[in-house]
């Protein structure tokens, strides 16, 4: 539903994660294919959760985006392998990617009905409260389908980000504006007299 309601030219990657992150599809504009791809996602259990992996994965994807670049993490917000999240924040912060999050699960928490019993997963707002904050972005809690689904559509409509803007351009004519104003006023009367 996420997918479907973006504008026309929203270009849309999906990393997907666990004790390691893939990159399921590439920045596309092709809904369909990406549709596709999120619906091949499936509970794995490879040793842990990678935050910090995925945000880096995920910010890898937008470092060559023009427009703003924002990251949506879907996750308990339990790190325990991979990059430190302060580290991976900082990356994102660096490279002007917004990351809204979004908390799944319940705070007395839940197991994994089809694998092992005793993995837990329990919600870290804490965590996800300060990746979001970090990087300008919200926080939302999805403990339920409808709060899933009302995050998404509140995301869609958020319109702010962080878009990087090169001053170097702009560096070089200020150089050659001061050069061109230091030669005209040596060579006129402003000139000082040995």
Avoid: H
Avoid at 20 to 40: C, G, Q, S, V
Avoid at 151 to 164: R, T, V
């Amino acid at each position: 539903s996420f997918v479907q309601n973006l504008s026309v030219n929203s270009r849309v990657g999906v990393v997907d994660f666990s004790g390691a992150t893939f990159i399921r599809t590439p920045i596309i504009e092709d809904k369909e294919k990406i549709i596709e791809n999120i619906r091949k996602i499936n509970i794995s259990l490879v040793g842990g959760t990678a935050i910090g992996d995925a945000i880096i994965t995920s910010t890898n994807l937008l470092i060559q985006e023009k427009q703003a670049k924002g990251v949506i993490l879907l996750t308990d917000g339990q790190n325990n392998v991979g990059a430190a999240t302060p580290d991976a924040v900082n990356f994102a912060n660096f490279n002007n990617v917004v990351i809204n999050t979004i908390a799944v699960g319940t705070k007395e928490g839940g197991v994994f009905k089809s694998y092992n019993e005793s993995i837990r997963s329990i919600v870290d707002e804490e965590s996800l409260k300060g990746i979001a904050e970090s990087t300008k972005g919200k926080y939302f809690l999805g403990d339920s389908p409808k709060a899933l689904v009302d995050s998404f559509g509140l995301i869609s409509e958020l319109k702010e980000g962080k878009i990087a803007f090169d001053v170097s351009l702009y560096s070089i004519f200020l150089a050659v504006a001061i050069l061109m104003l230091e030669f005209i006023l040596f060579n006129t009367k402003f000139r000082t007299l040995p």
